[in-house]
């Protein structure tokens, strides 16, 4: 936590009576990031917000660090519950929300000064759109920017991506309260992907946009995803698509009232247990390339054992064990061995063919500079240029 003055609130004086911006959090032991997040939002250029955090039953210090912040700053409001779930807290941080525009916010996420000014601005100018995210910097535990990752920005581009992908960043977006009650809100039952569904049903009815600035920072951290809450995700995101195809072809949504995925109700939807592993090795393999570009190897190795303990598939397991090899290249990369990384990079693509053409495309150049490079010249580890 911090007392610098650069981040004090601009106006808390002049506070309307009906804000025109309700941020809504919900944070579950939040603590490490939390001050940091909180932050952020009271150093925006927009002032007239309203800060609706939901403290979902933690059990470290994000409740004595919420009521510190509640007491300096009047537009905060906190509700203490006992642990609900995501989904569950954030309709309750939605219901409690006073104004027009609904903005999202996570406790491990920054949102860059002008992020509330610029998306309001988008939403009076475009009444037709409903949800508008923006593109972010990822950043790691430390803060240190990765890289600028975009998203999809107008609503013909948006409606491409959404049958298969989600194309927010959930906790950059800002909606219309009003379209959001309409909808019905966050549904529980799709647990860790609980705005991937709320997206599919919203672009039933409304358009999409995606600022193409950076309005705030992405965290990827080494602690915020399991095998376990992967598959749980990865089962809500088929069982999001499934519903939305059924109410495509006009007939009735089968995940009305539902409050809980099981196995049984995803073979029902037509989600075999095949469909559901490949899903999950696609999410891991893409976590973990995360979780390298980060420097959290120990991690992404976890993640990687456990997902081959659990997976079966032939095609699965050949996947990860060739992501196994990329891991040791780059290992031996770092290192200086090089003939150990070409190898091994080597074995990567024999097992997955599909990666051959994009080793190819990615290493080219560096595998020029190993082949050229003095064998007494230091070896720093290759770091993505920040946006």
Same mark, same amino acid.
């Given at each position: 936590m911090t007392d610098d003055p650069r981040l004090a609130p601009a106006s808390v004086t002049g506070m309307s009576a009906s804000p025109r911006v309700s941020v809504v959090m919900a944070v579950y032991n939040g603590e490490r990031f939390l001050a940091e997040a909180v932050e952020s939002v009271l150093a925006q250029s927009f002032d007239d917000f309203e800060f609706v955090i939901i403290d979902d039953g933690s059990q470290d210090r994000t409740s004595a660090i919420l009521e510190r912040y509640r007491r300096s700053d009047p537009r905060i409001v906190v509700r203490t519950q006992c642990n609900r779930g995501h989904a569950a807290s954030l309709n309750t941080g939605c219901q409690r929300a006073r104004a027009r525009?609904? /903005? $999202?916010? *996570? /406790? *491990? *996420? +920054?949102? +860059?000064?002008? @992020?509330? %000014? @610029?998306?309001?601005?988008? +939403? *009076? %100018? @475009?009444p037709g759109v409903a949800v508008v995210g923006g593109a972010v910097h990822l950043i790691d535990s430390a803060g240190t920017a990765l890289r600028v990752d975009y998203c999809p920005t107008n609503d013909t581009e948006i409606r491409k991506t959404l049958p298969w992908a989600t194309p927010f960043y959930h906790p950059m977006i800002m909606m219309r309260r009003a379209h959001f009650g309409a909808i019905g809100g966050y549904r529980v039952a799709f647990e860790d992907a609980e705005d991937y569904d709320l997206y599919l049903r919203v672009a039933e009815r409304y358009q999409l946009a995606n600022l193409a600035e950076p309005i705030g920072c992405y965290r990827i951290s080494e602690g915020q995803v399991s095998h376990r809450s992967l598959r749980r995700q990865r089962a809500a995101h088929l069982a999001a698509q499934a519903s939305a195809k059924a109410r495509a072809a006009q007939r009735p949504d089968p995940m009305a009232g539902v409050e809980r995925i099981t196995g049984e109700m995803l073979r029902a939807l037509g989600v075999t247990d095949a469909a559901l592993e490949a899903s999950c090795v696609a999410a891991t393999l893409e976590r973990i390339e995360l979780l390298l570009e980060v420097g959290a190897e120990e991690a992404a190795l976890g993640l990687l054992e456990d997902a081959t303990d659990r997976t079966h598939a032939l095609g699965g397991r050949r996947k990860l064990a060739a992501m196994r090899w990329r891991m040791r290249? @780059?290992?031996?990369?770092? $290192?200086g061995e090089r003939l150990r990384s070409l190898c091994a990079f080597g074995r990567a693509a024999c097992l997955e063919p599909s990666l051959a053409r994009a080793l190819l495309v990615r290493g080219r150049r560096r595998l020029i500079g190993w082949l050229a490079a003095s064998p007494d010249r230091p070896k720093i580890r290759p770091r993505r240029a920040s946006g």
């Open positions: 525009y609904i /903005a $999202r916010m *996570d /406790a *491990d *996420d +920054l949102s +860059l000064q002008h @992020r509330l %000014e @610029r998306q309001v601005a988008f +939403l *009076d %100018e @475009r290249g @780059r290992q031996s990369s770092l $290192r």
